[in-house]
């Protein structure tokens, strides 16, 4: 019903830039809450960063003053703008809703859908 599709992920050297995009379709009468995870190689996934529809943000530590997360609600699409990349940044980067609402049977309901996932991988 909701898919999440996520791009723009790839090699970059320590100090690049890459901008990923997660783009949402189906039936949707809106989303809420946007979420960037990681998941490096032999470790948990981790929070990157938060956009609501409102456009309020909030940053894991580690990217703070790095990557900036936004959004076109029109479009259903949210964006990672990752700079000054650093060899800890690799990881697996997954898109992610939990209050994705589309039309039910007996009303409107609430889905939690997460992308396949795009791989970063910073390397000299």
């Known amino acids: 019903q909701v898919q999440l599709v996520e791009s723009g992920g790839g090699l970059v050297q320590p100090g690049g830039s890459l901008r990923l995009s997660c783009a949402a379709s189906?039936?949707?009468?809106?989303?809420?809450?946007m979420t960037w995870y990681r998941q490096a190689p032999g470790k948990e996934r981790e929070l990157v960063a938060t956009?609501?529809?409102?456009?309020?943000?909030n940053y894991a530590d580690s990217v703070k003053g790095r990557f900036t997360i936004s959004r076109d609600n029109a479009k259903n699409t949210v964006y990672l703008q990752m700079n000054s990349l650093k060899l800890e940044d690799t990881a697996v980067y997954y898109c992610?809703?939990?209050?994705?609402?589309?039309?039910?049977?007996?009303?409107?309901?609430?889905?939690?859908?997460w992308g396949q996932g795009t791989l970063v991988t910073v390397s000299s």
């Open positions: 189906g039936s949707i009468l809106s989303i809420n809450t």
């Open positions: 992610n809703t939990d209050d994705a609402v589309v039309p039910g049977t007996f009303g409107d309901r609430y889905l939690e859908v």
């Open positions: 956009i609501t529809s409102g456009g309020s943000t």
